[in-house]
């Protein structure tokens, strides 16, 4: 059912909204809609202030943000706290950061709404590997450098269990979401699966906000350079030759730039 004043149906129904990566700017209209007419809205940490600011004053706000890989709401509770709303009548907005199926464990809160019998539906977001290398102005594809894009998780956990073998190297863009805590480990593993160590690395950080910063070095270096530059999260690892692209500040190894590994 839809009145004039709400173009979307009156409670009892679940939306999974991607917020993007940071700016509010880069919500979708629907997205945006979405907001204003919440009635319970459930967000993630890394939602900006700004893009909360947009929600309709009288939502109920849920927080369930998230702390270096440990939830203050464990992810079954979250789900039974969607369902219960949902069931109580009330629109609900699940916003997450950057899409909901691309690290957001949409997947797991849409299947439980569904077994619940809880109408789902997914608002698309732009997701934070597209958005900071947006603002880094650094192509993800590339005629001259990349034919194809992986995205994988970086988080300790299972870490040395996957096979990494062919996601970086010519050809290839491989992009690291949650590693910059694991970036030494991941490192070692990108080596060990065949990954040369001259392979250029961009680190794009607080991507589409105004303390954005886009780093650029050698996988050899990785490491170091997080610790000396002091790289927190949000932050994203961009793995291959289109790291040599966009706005990037060099800080890779005095012998890589004397030897014109990186030009």
């Not at 999974?16 to 945006?32: E, N």
């Not at 993630?44 to 939502?59: Q, T």
């Not at 019998?117 to 990349?146: F, W, Y």
């Not at 065949?194 to 070095?217: C, H, K, M, W, Y």
Request: hydrophobic letters at 45%; a negative charge.
């Amino acid at each position: 059912m839809e009145n004039s004043n709400n173009p979307f149906p009156i409670g009892g129904k679940v939306y999974l909204v991607g917020a993007g990566p940071g700016d509010p700017d880069l919500l979708t209209l629907r997205a945006a809609r979405l907001l204003a007419a919440a009635e319970v809205l459930v967000h993630d940490g890394l939602v900006s202030s700004d893009i909360l600011a947009l929600a309709n004053p009288e939502a109920r706000m849920i927080s369930v943000a998230k702390k270096r890989s440990k939830h203050s709401v464990p992810q079954d509770r979250i789900n039974e706290i969607l369902v219960a709303e949902a069931k109580a009548g009330n629109l609900v907005v699940r916003l997450k950061g950057g899409d909901p199926f691309i690290f957001g464990r949409g997947g797991e809160e849409a299947d439980d709404c569904a077994k619940a019998g809880v109408e789902v539906e997914i608002v698309p977001g732009i997701s934070a590997a597209l958005g900071c290398a947006a603002q880094a102005k650094m192509p993800l594809t590339h005629r001259d450098a990349s034919s194809a894009v992986s995205f994988v998780a970086g988080q300790c956990k299972g870490l040395s269990d996957q096979n990494w073998s062919g996601l970086a190297g010519k050809g290839r863009t491989l992009i690291i979401y949650m590693g910059v805590a694991n970036a030494e480990a991941i490192v070692e593993k990108l080596i060990d699966d065949g990954a040369s160590p001259d392979l250029p690395v961009a680190v794009l950080e607080n991507g589409t906000r105004d303390n954005f910063r886009a780093l650029r070095t050698l996988l050899t270096d990785l490491g170091d350079m997080v610790r000396r530059e002091e790289v927190k999260s949000p932050a994203l690892l961009v793995v291959g030759e289109v790291a040599r692209y966009g706005d990037a500040e060099n800080k890779f190894l005095e012998f890589a730039e004397a030897a014109g590994v990186l030009a």
